[in-house]
Every structure is written in C-alpha cells, then in structure tokens.
C-alpha cells in the first residue's frame, strides 16, 4: 500500500487527471505528471536558489529554483506550492501564478520527468531556514548572474531549471530579467 505522499497524479496534456502513480514509478516510465515549481525573489530582485541535497533520488547535488514538488492526490497546486515552500526552505509568502510550463527531461538514473508543471512567484526579505534532509545550500543570485552561471556550467543546474526560468520569465512579462 502506498502513502499519498509518494504518489503523484498523472494528467493528460490538457492537465486533467486521469490517475495516480507511484513517484518512481512515474520517474522510471516517464509518465506525465503534475509538478509545482515555486520562484521567491527578494527585493531587490535576486532569485533565491537551491542546491538539492546529495540524498535527492535525482539531480542530487545540482542547482534548482527555490523549490519544487508534486501536489499530493487531492491537493491542488497552490497548496502543494506553500507546503513545499514551509517544508523546503522555511519560508512562508504570498505566491502568486507564473504560468505553466510542460517538459521532459532525462535526469539521470534511468529516471525521467515528464511534467505538467505548475509555476508560482513570491517575494521574502529574508533568508531561509532550510531543511537540511532537502536542500544542501541556498543562494540570492540576480539574473545576469544565474544567466552567465547556467551558460558556462549547465550541468551543474536540474534538466528543468533553464526552461521553467525561461517560462516565468515569458510569463511575468517583464516583471523579471
């Protein structure tokens, strides 16, 4: 039997659930999936970044946006976002929606994500506290600098974090550069 939090749903290309899946069992197949990714700035504009800890089941050790997760079955996307926010870095703040982003990615391990996944923005003032079991570092990076730093060094970054960076981008229509 398994417990809702290792389970992630699986959605069509519209989005629409049509089932459950174990989450490496979803990995492993490369099934489609709903995911939320969530962006924190401060104010003066710099994204907080993560590194993931060397125990992630994959892209262990590598940079990512402040967070990331799969709603629970039942949970919606908006809920997942601030739960994972409070779980992963100690961070409580407003999200808003940034648009939704559809990708897949080999990540590694014989393990793929195929996402539908669910972008969110927020702003804090101040650092982070996070869970050590989730996040092995943490940085306020401005965006030239994540730029130069993700052209010269990509694999040090998650498969996913250049096209969801991309899309918030896209879809903040300027309010990030």
């Not at 003066?44 to 990512?64: E, F, M, N, P, V």
């Not at 997942?80 to 559809?102: D, K, S, Y």
Request: with cysteine; hydrophobic share 35%.
């Amino acid at each position: 039997m398994h417990d809702d939090r290792d389970e992630v749903v699986l959605v069509d290309e519209h989005d629409r659930e049509v089932g459950l899946a174990g989450k490496l069992d979803a990995h492993r197949a490369g099934q489609r999936h709903r995911a939320v990714s969530v962006f924190v700035f401060d104010d003066a504009g710099r994204l907080l970044l993560q590194r993931r800890s060397a125990r992630k089941y994959h892209s262990a050790g590598r940079w990512a946006n402040t967070c990331c997760s799969h709603p629970r079955p039942g949970e919606t996307t908006e809920a997942a976002a601030q739960r994972r926010l409070r779980e992963e870095m100690g961070i409580q703040c407003t999200l808003e929606r940034a648009g939704r982003f559809t990708y897949r990615a080999d990540v590694g391990g014989g393990l793929i994500e195929h996402e539908v996944d669910h972008l969110f923005v927020g702003r804090s003032g101040g650092d982070p506290s996070p869970d050590a079991g989730e996040v092995d570092a943490w940085r306020w990076a401005r965006p030239d600098e994540i730029d130069r730093d993700l052209a010269e060094r990509p694999e040090q970054y998650a498969a996913w974090f250049g096209g969801v960076l991309g899309a918030v981008r896209e879809n903040l229509a300027g309010g990030f550069r």
